[in-house]
């Protein structure tokens, strides 16, 4: 048995009302994930450059991904090659230094970390990093210089 199905005015005001509310909830969650909720994180992402030693002029290519831990810390990976063959891996945590303008226009933020690696001493690290460019200093018991990466 086929029954004829007809909307009546009270079906079309529900179903009116079901769109609008679909179309507000929609709004909603794409103002709530838009970029002017959540400030852009100037340090986070991939980076790429170099490595260079002012102690003995070696220098090779450096890679970073760096992601959040919490307001003021920072998980990195820097990957990168000595003598152009001789792969390393240093993972460390940056720690936001006072200093850092996070959230202005052209923010900067200063990070710093200090940890021992075996055969190497107390390894530290101060950076400095904008919207396309990280800049590091770096010393360890017989060598320093500097890591120069950008976006």
Known sequence: MHQNKTFTPNHLVQMTLLALSMVALSSIASQSCSAESFPQQVTVGKWR??????STGHHGPLKARIRQLNEDEYRAIFTGRF?????????TKL???????????GAVEHLSSSQKLPFLGTYRMRASVSKDRFQATFEGRRDSGTFDLTR
Do not use: L
């Open 49 to 54: 450059g170099e490595w260079r030693s002012e």
């Open 83 to 91: 003598f152009k063959v001789i792969p390393f891996v240093y993972p």
């Open 95 to 105: 720690e936001r230094v006072d200093e850092s303008s996070a959230g202005e226009a």
